[in-house]
């Protein structure tokens, strides 16, 4: 069935150090969305990629989308306390455009 | 503007006693609404969509189930709660396809522990 992979499952750095997640579909897919999920919170919607080869920037974080529209990256310059937390990856199911699928989550941790 | 609200936000059961969870959606009209599962520490498992009332397709089969009596409302129960069903619980919902995006916004969820 139609998969999104996404790696690591988690990273280790050091406060100002950089950071960055990778997704990487079965299927093509018409969009890719971002979340994160603070420790003890509920997912929040970051950004939608749409365009093949689309990169979009929040700040510190750069989302990119690849050409052929099968994976994505999160980057995160500069880590900072705030931004721990667990990112994820969706795309639409290729069977249904109600359901997301969804990465396993890259969890950021930042080293006392 | 939209609010989603989800209760209670814990909840402890004993194994074998009945579950309702409840999730509702103010400022927005038609949703889609999904349940999701998370076990500690891991990823998002889908339960059940619903697009509309009384419309419910479930993903993954188990002892619960999901009802949507109003167009903003959706429940999540159980007869008889197993160890297994422990979990963070969450609520979403999303605009319908066709518009430009549909991302999915999520209630602050239950943490439901079963003993």
């Known amino acids: 069935g139609q998969q999104v992979m996404q790696i690591p499952q988690y990273q280790h750095v050091q406060e100002g150090e950089d950071f960055t997640t990778y997704c990487n579909s079965s299927?093509?897919?018409?969009?890719i969305q971002w979340y994160k999920q603070r420790p003890g919170g509920h997912p929040v919607f970051l950004i939608q990629?749409?365009?093949s080869g689309e990169v979009k920037k929040q700040k510190r974080l750069t989302f990119q989308f690849g050409g052929a529209k099968k994976n994505s990256s999160l980057h995160i310059t500069a880590t900072q306390t705030t931004d721990v937390g667990t990112y994820f990856c969706?795309?639409?199911?290729?069977?249904?455009?109600?359901?997301?699928?969804w990465g396993a989550g890259t969890k950021l941790i930042i080293k006392p | 503007s939209q609010t989603i609200h989800q209760w209670p936000a814990t909840l402890v059961q004993p194994v074998g006693s009945p579950l309702s969870l409840e999730c509702t959606v103010e400022?927005?009209?038609?949703?889609?609404l999904y349940w999701y599962r998370q076990a500690a520490g891991r990823g998002l498992q889908l339960l059940f969509y619903?697009?509309?009332?009384?419309?419910i397709s479930s993903e993954v089969p188990q002892n619960l189930s999901a009802s949507r009596p109003q167009d903003r409302q959706f429940i999540l129960s159980s007869k008889k709660l197993l160890l297994s069903d422990s979990g963070f619980y969450l609520c979403?919902?999303?605009?319908?396809?066709?518009?430009?995006?549909?991302?999915?916004?999520f209630g602050p969820g239950t943490r439901l522990t079963v003993t």
């Open positions: 979403a919902w999303s605009v319908l396809p066709g518009l430009p995006s549909y991302e999915q916004y």
């Open positions: 400022g927005t009209s038609n949703p889609n």
């Open positions: 619903s697009v509309g009332i009384g419309q």
């Open positions: 299927t093509t897919l018409s969009n």
């Open positions: 990629l749409v365009k």
């Open positions: 969706a795309g639409p199911g290729r069977d249904s455009n109600y359901q997301l699928i």
